[in-house]
């Protein structure tokens, strides 16, 4: 019954049920459950959670598929009824995991159903034909949730891709190829004209000659599959299929092989006539996009035969990213061609130029360059965006540095401006800073770009103070570029200008009644504390429904005096306004 639940319930049952579960089912024996589903066992059950979860996409650059789904396109059955969120798949894998670890007899089980599941993979890549018909599959779903409970487990991994015993490569149906002679390096065509077995590599080379080109070659489709875990992705190779499972997104990308024969585009696999025009860049259909990649790609070939994947006239080559070449020292490369970008997750690095950045990630270059382009999300300045996503180090790359370089310059103007104005608010000493083991000890600038939230105004495009950032965390999502003014830019500030202390400290009046301001927020909004505790009320009061002056906390409007509580002329209720300099007043805006 809670199996059934934990599948068909409601999301916060289901949430509930996993730790119940983790108790319980350490201590019963699988093969005594009795379930509802014939051929059907326990961890099939777990793992369908997982499976509800995933996002696929199918690719098959050969017939131009580009197909993106979830297990609901499977037809109706009682093994599909309710759905799961991708907090409880992620859940259940750790359960699965954990079951593992605890019990020999769940791990018998465990072990015995991935390896099934994975074994349907290798004869469905058989008998499927039209690379969308895995969509409809329940066993290709179910491969695909034992594959992700494989990848975080490296004995798992072992366990998979250990070779079994016996005659090398007779077992599992193995060719090897007939140039490298090694028995190691795995073919994966034929060719039917010179009669040998080849990998990749030398099926290409040997077929570079226009004589060899309209040899007849045949996909070998063999029994192997490996496994490996690279950059938070789990990735499983076969022989028509290759496999990437985006862990932190719940992705799953298949790919299917492209038939062999002839010449094709290096970007889209689209095949090429024998009259096809040359290209620096490699062979390169004639599409507009292929075309503008190919002006943007590296024009050199690596010692080993393969084009460089890198960016046009960049000082130092992308490192061949089909491992031909050994490690540089400084730059571990940890990603090949066959690896997904991780910004766009939806093209192989091969399918694009790409950079490498000083920290030894690698990207499609024009994902990283829109990126940088966008900025940051939302109102408040933020510079997470400019760092490496996958290590979260500083992006820098030569062909990037025209939009890193102000990135930074803002940032070094952002970091001094919030230290200053940490300091006039009394905080550059508080126990944030002077505490040894906190976030932020000694480390004054550090702990004012966390705190405080900058802006950058619409008018003179310079960043400028706009309150905490717990002020900026409750602003709304949907807000106005053109709202976002500094104070030196705000209406009357021309007439408040101070000879000393410009209008960096201006004083202001709350937006909302005829008080003095000491917040902030949003970038674009004064209050008075009582205001400001009202703020999501009064944010939602119609502008020309404010009462007039004299006004008082909480919009309301003063009746027992008709005299403004600030003594002077201003806007209506409801309209910025400077009052003047702060400083010189002997006031703080805190």
Aim: aromatic share 6%; net charge negative; proline share 5%.
């Amino acid at each position: 019954t809670l199996l059934s639940l934990v599948n068909a319930g409601t999301p916060r049952l289901q949430l509930l049920l996993v730790p119940l579960l983790q108790k319980l089912l350490v201590h019963i024996n699988p093969d005594q459950l009795t379930l509802p589903l014939k051929e059907s066992n326990a961890v099939q059950y777990l793992l369908l959670c997982v499976a509800k979860a995933l996002q696929l996409q199918l690719r098959d650059r050969s017939s131009k598929t580009n197909l993106e789904t979830s297990i609901d396109q499977i037809p109706e059955n009682d093994w599909l009824s309710g759905t799961c969120s991708q907090e409880v798949a992620r859940e259940m894998v750790v359960l699965l995991r954990g079951l593992r670890d605890d019990s020999p007899v769940w791990m018998k089980v465990i072990d015995e159903t991935i390896q099934s599941l994975l074994s349907n993979l290798k004869n469905l890549q058989k008998s499927v034909m039209v690379p969308t018909q895995y969509a409809h599959i329940m066993h290709f779903w179910m491969g695909l949730a034992a594959l992700w409970v494989v990848g975080g487990d490296q004995k798992l991994v072992a366990m998979i891709n250990q070779k079994k015993e016996g005659k090398k490569g007779e077992e599992d149906n193995i060719k090897y190829c007939d140039n490298h002679e090694d028995e190691t390096t795995e073919a994966t065509y034929h060719c039917a004209s010179c009669q040998t077995s080849l990998c990749s590599d030398c099926d290409r080379f040997l077929h570079l000659p226009k004589a060899q080109r309209a040899h007849q070659r045949t996909a070998i489709i063999s029994d192997t599959l490996s496994v490996d875990v690279h950059e938070g992705c789990i990735r499983a190779k076969l022989s028509i299929l290759f496999i990437i499972i985006d862990v932190e997104r719940l992705k799953a990308v298949v790919q299917t092989r492209q038939e062999p024969g002839g010449t094709k585009c290096r970007f889209c696999g689209t095949a090429l006539s024998s009259d096809a025009p040359s290209n620096l860049a490699g062979p390169v259909c004639t599409a507009a996009d292929c075309l503008a990649r190919a002006s943007q790609s590296c024009i050199k070939m690596h010692t080993c035969g393969h084009m460089c994947y890198g960016v046009r006239n960049e000082g130092e080559c992308l490192p061949c990213l089909h491992g031909c070449e050994p490690q540089p020292t400084d730059k571990k490369r940890t990603q090949d061609h066959d690896d997904f970008c991780l910004v766009c997750y939806s093209e192989s690095l091969a399918e694009a130029p790409c950079v490498q950045l000083d920290c030894g990630h690698i990207f499609h270059s024009h994902c990283i360059k829109t990126i940088l382009e966008r900025k940051w999300q939302g109102a408040r300045i933020t510079f997470g965006f400019a760092n490496c996503p996958a290590c979260k180090q500083k992006i820098n790359h030569p062909s990037l540095k025209s939009l890193t370089q102000p990135i930074w310059d803002l940032y070094d103007e952002v970091k001094t401006k919030a230290a200053l104005r940490l300091e006039f608010m009394g905080l550059a000493h508080c126990d944030e800073v002077t505490t040894p083991g906190k976030p932020f000890y000694n480390d004054v600038a550090g702990y004012a770009m966390d705190k405080l939230a900058y802006y950058m105004c619409h008018k003179c495009q310079k960043p400028y103070f706009g309150g905490e950032r717990q002020c900026a965390a409750a602003a709304p999502e949907n807000f106005d570029p053109t709202e976002l003014i500094c104070g030196g830019c705000a209406p009357g500030a021309s007439e408040q200008n101070c000879p000393k202390h410009g209008r960096d400290y201006l004083e202001y009046k709350c937006r909302y009644c005829c008080s003095i301001a000491i917040w902030f927020c949003f970038g674009t909004t004064h209050f008075c504390e009582e205001c400001h505790n009202d703020f999501s009320r009064l944010q939602d009061i119609p502008k020309d429904e404010l009462p007039s002056c004299p006004v008082g906390p909480r919009a309301q409007k003063l009746t027992d005096t008709s005299e403004c509580p600030l003594k002077l002329e201003h806007p209506p209720t409801g309209t910025e306004f400077a009052l003047g300099c702060g400083v010189c007043r002997n006031a703080r805006l805190f």
